[in-house]
């Protein structure tokens, strides 16, 4: 199953400004915060120990692949030793904590169970709180994330190995991971309920794009959904960044703090920056990810795409 090529940068620019649109639902107040980022270049070691709470993305943060960041486990250390605890905010929906605990691990990062929030534990609540349970679903991912985020009970999904289901049944998709999508059941069921129903598009891992190890990009969960989406025929209804749900559930997971003593660092202005200036606390783009190679040209991009972040740093490195 393969993955389309990456797209013109004008249908990405199209889904950046889809999803702004979506989490500011015309509220003036969000849009004057996004837009008005100072844009300071600084290293994370100025400006930590300002704040109470550092939110930190995985993905472009503190790995690309299975490689890490250069002196991104440092960080969390000294973090740490500074009494500045840490929350990794990701959507990865398709691992485990323990697992993603154990990737970093792997590299040489250190993050324990209890610093991680994922997406992908938005779920049950949101399908509940919305009127979802007991209704069959499609799940856009892997079996194995099924087993660790899919709704209970699971006799409800679709594509579930032992499912009685048709083809055609879903009545919502939930969008975990796309590496099993493309030409494969999963997109055939999709299509065969698409047909026969408007069907409600729960966007958990909402990441347009995602850096490789050697400085490629690849497609993943986000642009999928939007490409499916086809205009309003299908809702998207967000979970993970920059949707507030997995921000909800982070602030909850850290105890409430006050948002303006919370700092996001993260690599993706559409989910990880546009997401935290909505929900009130401050950020900071690194470009150890994605937007790295597009340096000279990033203020043109922010005041373009009106996701303005209030810091810069090259990594998330530590420099006295």
């Not at 500074?82 to 691990?105: F, K, R």
């Not at 400085?215 to 989406?229: D, K």
Request: charged content about 15%.
């Amino acid at each position: 199953m393969t993955k389309p090529p990456l797209p013109a940068p004008e249908i990405l620019d199209r889904y950046i400004s889809r999803y702004r649109q979506m989490v500011c639902q015309g509220a003036e107040k969000s849009d004057l915060k996004l837009r008005s980022g100072a844009m300071r270049r600084v290293s994370l070691v100025e400006i930590a120990s300002h704040y109470s709470w550092i939110w930190l993305d995985a993905y472009g943060v503190l790995n690309r692949g299975t490689e890490p960041v250069p002196g991104a486990g440092d960080t969390l250390l000294r973090l740490r030793r500074a009494g500045i605890p840490l929350c990794l905010v990701s959507n990865n929906a398709t691992h485990s904590p323990s697992v993603i605990q154990s990737n970093l691990e792997t590299m040489g990062i250190t993050v324990g169970i209890e610093e991680i929030v994922t997406s992908g534990q938005v779920i049950q609540g949101f399908v509940r709180q919305h009127g979802f349970d007991n209704e069959p679903y499609l799940w856009v991912g892997s079996i194995a994330s099924a087993h660790h985020y899919a709704p209970e009970p699971q006799s409800f999904m679709v594509n579930h190995p032992q499912s009685h289901w048709g083809k055609d049944s879903a009545s919502y998709v939930l969008f975990s991971g796309n590496q099993e999508y493309y030409g494969g059941p999963q997109e055939q069921i999709f299509t065969a309920s698409a047909a026969q129903r408007s069907l409600n598009l729960l966007v958990v891992n909402a990441d347009l794009v995602a850096p490789e190890p050697l400085g490629s990009t690849i497609l993943v969960t986000g642009y999928t959904a939007c490409e499916v989406s086809m205009g309003n025929r299908h809702p998207l209804l967000g979970l993970g960044k920059p949707f507030q749900p997995v921000f909800d559930h982070a602030w909850k997971h850290c105890g409430c703090p006050p948002r303006e003593r919370v700092l996001m660092v993260g690599d993706a202005l559409e989910t990880d920056i546009l997401g935290a200036a909505v929900f009130g606390v401050d950020t900071c783009l690194t470009l150890s990810g994605l937007y790295g190679d597009r340096n000279s040209e990033l203020e043109q991009i922010c005041r373009q795409i009106g996701i303005v972040p209030d810091y810069i740093v090259p990594s998330i490195a530590w420099k006295d």
